[in-house]
Antibody
Framework: EVQLVESGGGLIQPGGSLRLSCAAS????????MSWVRQAPGKGLEWVSI???????YYADSVKGRFTISRDNSKNTLYLQMNSLRAEDTAVYYC???????????WGQGTLVTVSS | DIQMTQSPSSLSASVGDRVTITCRAS??????LNWYQQKPGKAPKLLIY???TLQSGVPSRFSGSGSGTDFTLTISSLQPEDFATYYC?????????FGQGTKLEIK
């Protein structure tokens, strides 16, 4: 059974850093495209980043230069390193498996990041 | 970057109604269009991918159509569990983008 479990969210001050983790089971992270999508409170879905199976990475303009997506093949885990956090980064962050670059077919339950002083 | 525009933003309907949601891309995205359903406090759920392919386990009352820039999601006969927010997403190019969502409410 495919499962994705995010962790690492919490309350952080503006300008701070946080690393989110997404532990996968039932499939191999490195053989798939993997995405991060976020949702600010009461708002819609916003695509954040993707890592391809070959290792290429892409980011939304709103996080480029501040966020880094990566994976640890030995732990079958996806990460999102978030630096220089801003109030507008406050959101629930979801990781998702991207099937062959077409669509996100499995999603985690999400982890809440709150950026506030 | 490709912009996705959904209409309407909200919709009131009754159980048994036929409902259509529209999604328009700012440029051609071929059939790289997906539809998701999201209920409060839950992760999105994939309904339809590649514009018209029903994800496994999704009821057949859901259908999708379109290509290029104009797409539709149709629910043929609304059930109580269908009241949720629906999002379209383009996967034609990065950065990927979602529509702003359509909230489907009970009339």
């Amino acid at each position: 059974e495919v499962q994705l479990v995010e962790s690492g969210g919490g309350l952080i001050q503006p300008g701070g850093s946080l690393r989110l983790s997404c532990a996968a089971s039932g499939f191999t992270v490195s053989s798939n495209y993997m995405s991060w999508v976020r949702q600010a409170p009461g708002k819609g879905l916003e695509w954040v980043s993707i890592i391809y199976s070959g290792g290429s990475t892409y980011y939304a303009d709103s996080v480029k230069g501040r966020f880094t997506i990566s994976r640890d093949n030995s732990k079958n885990t996806l990460y999102l390193q978030m630096n220089s956090l801003r109030a507008e980064d406050t959101a629930v962050y979801y990781c998702a498996r991207d099937s062959s670059g077409w669509y996100e077919d499995y999603w985690g339950q999400g982890t809440l990041v709150t950026v506030s002083s | 970057d490709i912009q996705m525009t959904q209409s309407p933003s909200s919709l009131s309907a009754s159980v048994g109604d036929r409902v259509t949601i529209t999604c328009r891309a700012s440029q051609s995205i071929s059939s790289y269009l997906n539809w998701y359903q999201q209920k409060p406090g839950k992760a999105p759920k994939l309904l339809i991918y590649a514009a018209s392919t029903l994800q496994s386990g999704v009821p057949s009352r859901f259908s999708g159509s379109g290509s290029g820039t104009d797409f539709t999601l149709t629910i043929s006969s609304l059930q109580p569990e269908d009241f949720a927010t629906y999002y379209c997403q383009q996967s034609y190019s990065t950065p990927r983008s979602f529509g702003q969502g359509t909230k489907l409410e009970i009339k």
